[in-house]
């Protein structure tokens, strides 16, 4: 799995790089069906905007691509919540294509039984 860090706006420093990897990285342990994770950092330069700091994170699986974004005042707090993120949504999809197989309650409705009676 490979985790590939750009900027917009910012320039990327090996200490952002390696916390974005660190956190972002983690989320791999959840999941083993995740080929890459593309995380797009940006900073907003507008003066009158609040959460200037943008994380935004594409994370590609085999059957599936899972999106988020998240902004905050600093870099580093954006990350780790775009990190919280990420971890709930992969586990949400991981859950919901290993449940696939799973009957409803709906689809599984039981056939009423009959007595069956002989007649002697």
Same mark, same amino acid.
């Given at each position: 799995? =490979?985790?590939?860090? /750009?900027?917009?706006?910012?320039?990327? #420093?090996?200490?952002?790089?390696?916390?974005?990897?660190?956190?972002?990285?983690?989320?791999?342990? =959840?999941? !083993?069906?995740?080929?890459? &994770?593309?995380?797009?950092?940006?900073?907003?330069?507008?003066?009158?905007? +609040?959460? *200037? =700091?943008?994380?935004?994170?594409?994370?590609?699986? /085999?059957?599936?691509?899972?999106?988020? $974004?998240?902004?905050? !005042?600093?870099?580093?707090?954006? &990350?780790?919540?775009?990190?919280d993120?990420?971890?709930?949504?992969?586990?949400?999809?991981? !859950? *919901? +294509?290993?449940?696939?197989d799973? #009957?409803? &309650?709906? #689809?599984?409705? *039981?056939?009423?039984?009959?007595?069956? $009676? #002989?007649?002697?």
């Amino acid at each position: 799995m =490979h985790i590939y860090v /750009n900027g917009r706006n910012i320039e990327i #420093t090996d200490a952002i790089k390696a916390y974005v990897k660190e956190k972002i990285g983690k989320v791999a342990t =959840h999941y !083993d069906q995740i080929q890459g &994770i593309d995380v797009v950092l940006s900073v907003i330069k507008n003066p009158a905007a +609040s959460g *200037k =700091h943008v994380a935004e994170v594409s994370c590609k699986m /085999n059957t599936g691509v899972v999106r988020c $974004e998240e902004a905050a !005042d600093s870099m580093y707090e954006s &990350i780790d919540l775009l990190a919280d993120k990420l971890s709930r949504q992969v586990q949400k999809f991981k !859950d *919901k +294509s290993l449940g696939s197989d799973k #009957t409803s &309650i709906r #689809t599984d409705a *039981k056939e009423p039984e009959v007595a069956a $009676e #002989t007649e002697e």
